[in-house]
């Protein structure tokens, strides 16, 4: 009786824990929101010169891929919840020194900014193994797949946010916008605050296997694979098309629909995805992910309309949204308990640590080559990552890992 009363109690552990990390999820994904609603277009307006135009997204990216190994560093001396505080204080600091940029022109500090948003992000990327932790192995993929979920509430959150806000200081567009994004982060603050996350036992800490033998498994290179692939294409991509829809002389009202249908898309389809893994396995998943990510390449390549711009974004965000899960699920299945600090941060700083090149890369491709060309970038990792996944598939079904 003892042992059952112990399960339920770990059980409404764990459902309480997901239906807090899916509030700060829906309040996290408000910070990227606004920034990649905007963040191309001030950059525009106070950079240098137009190639530097998506300048503050990349160095984002940069600040969610150098923000990896510490959180798993903070996450594995102190808990995962010192990291989710120390990470929602970078995002108040994030919104206060970009509305600040944005007043006096600073494109050096609206970039130190996205820098910082980029650390708050890097934080929330742990709020989908967090939600893992303690978690039964059928209920993981599910746990992962709500806290994404919350992700729905941040798609329409943002750029909300944005339209509502934007004009509030004219001349100084968006500023106003980055205010409430500083405190849409105080709020996710006091929401971790009350995160079961106990600090990890100190002999967890030296236990384990080495991390060079963990990430040499076939298993886990096909997951980081997929998951840097998938993340990678869909920022590539997200990142150009505001600006893009901007140079197609578009209003800045139908780039943020498209942003906010995009975000809907990514986490949208998390309220189901998690059960097509455990009824199909993550291997079908990931791929069925990758493969919509190349068909909205292709329609990006297809028309500049507002409609094609819409759909492509959509359909990109569930490709990203089966894809990314995906692989995380399967890398939830590559290490022990004890690792999983130092595994799951290792594997977000290969995906973002990837995911800051091909950002670099895509406001220069958009402004020396164009729109299709950014579209058509994609295809290449894509098929890349598809037979890597399914080399690791067959040879798993042929000789399972122990």
């Known amino acids: 009786m003892t042992a059952i009363t112990s399960e339920v109690r770990d059980d409404h552990k764990v459902h ?3 239906a807090r990390l899916a509030v700060a999820q829906a309040l996290t994904g408000a910070n990227t929101a606004v920034i990649f609603a905007t963040g191309s277009i001030v950059g525009a307006a106070i950079a240098p010169n137009m190639s530097l135009a998506t300048l503050p997204l990349s160095i984002y990216v940069v ?8 959180t ?3 996450s594995r001396t102190y808990g995962r919840r010192i990291a989710f505080l120390i990470g929602a204080g970078f995002g108040a600091i994030c919104g206060a020194l970009a509305a600040i940029a944005i007043i006096l022109k600073s494109f050096p500090l609206f970039c130190i900014a996205t ?3 980029g650390l708050y992000a890097s934080v929330a990327l742990s709020y989908r193994f967090a939600a893992a932790d303690g978690a039964s192995e059928a209920f993981r993929p599910k746990a992962i797949s709500w806290v994404l979920a919350g992700g729905i509430f941040a798609g329409v959150l943002g750029p909300q946010l944005v339209q509502w806000t934007m004009d509030f200081w004219a001349p100084h567009l968006f500023a106003a916008s980055f205010v409430i ?3 849409v982060a105080l709020v996710a603050m006091a929401v971790l605050s009350t995160v079961h996350a106990p600090r990890p036992a100190k002999t967890d800490l030296h236990r384990g296997r080495p991390l060079t033998a963990i990430i040499g498994q076939r298993d886990f290179i096909a997951a980081a694979l997929c998951g840097t692939v998938a993340y990678t294409m869909m920022n590539l991509v997200m990142t150009s098309a505001p600006l893009a829809m901007r140079l197609c002389g578009l209003p800045i009202s139908d780039s943020n629909f498209g942003i906010q249908w995009h975000i809907v898309a990514m986490y949208g389809p998390s309220f189901f995805t998690g059960s097509l893994i455990a009824r199909f396995g993550a291997p079908v998943i990931v791929a069925i992910g990758l493969a919509l990510e190349a068909t909205a390449a292709a329609i990006g390549m297809s028309g500049i309309t507002p409609m094609h711009f819409w759909v492509m ?3 990109l965000g569930m490709g990203w949204n089966f894809g990314f899960i995906g692989a995380s699920a399967l890398v939830v299945q590559t290490h022990r308990p004890e690792e999983r600090n130092k595994v799951q941060a290792f594997n977000d700083f290969l995906v973002f640590g990837m995911m800051a090149i091909g950002s670099f890369a895509s406001g220069q491709l ?7 060309i950014v579209n058509a970038v994609v295809f290449p990792p894509v098929a890349v990552a598809l037979i890597c996944l399914g080399v690791a598939h067959v040879m798993r079904r042929r000789a399972p890992s122990l």
Do not use: H, Y
């Open 16 to 18: 309480s824990n997901v």
């Open 63 to 70: 600040g969610m891929a150098v923000g990896t190994l510490p």
């Open 72 to 74: 798993g560093w903070v």
């Open 115 to 117: 820098f910082c948003g």
């Open 181 to 183: 994004q500083a405190a």
């Open 313 to 315: 974004l959509i359909v």
């Open 366 to 372: 958009l402004a020396d080559f164009g729109w299709t």
